[in-house]
């Protein structure tokens, strides 16, 4: 029960959605157990940060192209675009704190 | 008067065990699920060695399995990570990094372990872009491409085994000339066409971080010391584990690698602290233990809530003060 708050980019529209504003993208899979660790916590921030953080997931196995362009060897992986240019990234399960004090930089 | 009567802080089988047994015993126990809730298991594919399940059971469905059976008893499960403990009063009390606390009269540690990565730096820097420690995860990556496992153990070979499914060829790098898995994954892993062995050997470097991706490493021979540039595209670190016991440190004893001192079954330094699992123990680190062990510091703290206030050898917790002044452990 993922928050109405996540969008879902993929090939297609990341390109358009992450063009402006700051967006946080997680990148996951259904195989993937700390993908499923991390959601409550995307979620969570998702509902926290509307309106100022566009936040969205990437399935990466509908999605080849997104995640190749970023070298993504590994999920869950967060990142973090300021009007559409890379900004941070966070490799693997991390507590909320480490998250948004990411975010609050760059807000 | 504590929030509650026992806190477990850790959910992998040994806390889970540990809430099974507190919740039946009608502690109304809180469990404090952690970061990497569910714990190693939770990284595993199919588990072969859980008794029960002729088949094997996989890890996550395993865990799964146990938290519902806790929870049907009443254990409550709290997400989240604890960011400070104050051991040295009593009731025992829990801060989270938002502000939330709690407080207990007994507390089960149960807080596992994390795997270790080399101490080269480089890894780190790699990580999520070819260096992985959880093959599970990230394996897929590496659809038709070669890759390496560093370690000798049960966890290294299962490692490889798995990776054959997606490399086009895994290769073991290992300290020794042995292995140190048991039997049987050796001899899964020797009968492995994919899989090859690079003895007597440790990763110096890993290429390319300029690139932020990796191309391959530079491995050395630990008897002539030369240097081999092995081409690759992807690094599994499988060298063990080291507990977590940070948030303890300074509070009841460890060993120096870390490890919970446990003495007379569960009990710490500390009375009315116990702790169960990979946490406590580097020797047998399996499933099965760490749950016996889960259960057995849930029968101790619920004679020792039983007994209140007889802490076994002291009355004002002095065992458990080996070090910084309350002030500097809780901030409220």
């Known amino acids: ?107 | 008067m504590a929030d509650r009567k026992v806190i477990i802080i850790g959910s992998g089988p040994a806390g889970l065990t540990a809430a099974l047994y507190t919740a039946r015993a009608n502690l109304k126990p809180l469990l404090i699920e952690g970061l990497e809730a569910g714990g190693q298991l939770m990284l595993t594919t199919m588990v072969e060695n859980w008794p029960g399940f002729r088949d094997g059971i996989m890890g996550p469905d395993l865990m799964a399995e146990m938290r519902v059976q806790a929870e049907r008893f009443g254990t409550d499960v709290m997400q989240g990570n604890v960011a400070r403990v104050d051991l040295n009063r009593r009731p025992f009390s829990f801060a989270f990094a938002d502000g939330r606390s709690v407080t207990s009269d007994a507390l089960v540690i149960a807080t596992g372990a994390s795997a270790r990565w080399l101490e080269i730096g480089v890894d780190r820097k790699l990580s999520g872009h070819g260096v992985s420690t959880c093959a599970t995860c990230d394996g897929y990556f590496f659809r038709g491409k070669p890759i390496a496992v560093v370690g000798g153990g049960d966890s290294a070979m299962e490692e490889a085994i798995y990776l054959t499914r997606f490399a086009s060829k895994v290769t073991v790098i290992h300290r020794r000339d042995s292995l140190r898995a048991s039997k049987i994954m050796q001899d899964k892993a020797f009968a492995n066409a994919k899989i090859e062995f690079i003895w007597d050997s440790e990763i110096a470097d890993i290429r390319d971080v300029t690139r932020g991706e990796v191309t391959g490493i530079v491995v050395r021979n630990l008897k002539t010391a030369k240097l081999t540039e092995v081409p690759l595209d992807g690094v599994f670190i499988a060298i063990g584990h080291t507990p977590n016991t940070a948030l303890f440190r300074g509070q009841i004893e460890l060993d120096e690698a870390g490890y919970i001192l446990t003495h007379h079954g569960s009990k710490t330094s500390c009375p009315g602290v116990f702790a169960a699992g990979d946490v406590q123990d580097h020797v047998y680190r399996q499933a099965i233990t760490a749950a016996g062990s889960g259960c057995m510091a849930a029968i101790d703290a619920e004679r020792y809530l039983d007994g209140l206030p007889i802490p076994d050898e002291t009355t004002d917790n002095a065992a458990c003060l080996v070090a910084p002044p309350t002030s500097e452990i809780l901030k409220p």
């Open chain 1, 1 to 107: 029960m993922a928050s109405e708050k996540v969008k879902t980019f993929t090939d297609g529209n990341f390109d358009t959605e992450i063009k402006s504003g700051v967006t946080m993208v997680d990148f996951w899979a259904e195989w993937c157990g700390p993908c499923r660790l991390l959601a409550p916590t995307v979620d969570a921030i998702a509902t926290e940060y509307d309106g100022r953080v566009s936040v969205a997931k990437l399935n990466i196995d509908e999605n080849p192209n997104v995640p190749g362009r970023f070298m993504i060897r590994g999920i869950p992986t967060l990142l973090i675009f300021k009007n559409g240019e890379l900004a941070d990234q966070i490799v693997g399960l991390a507590p909320k704190e480490e998250i948004t004090k990411k975010l609050d930089q760059h807000l």
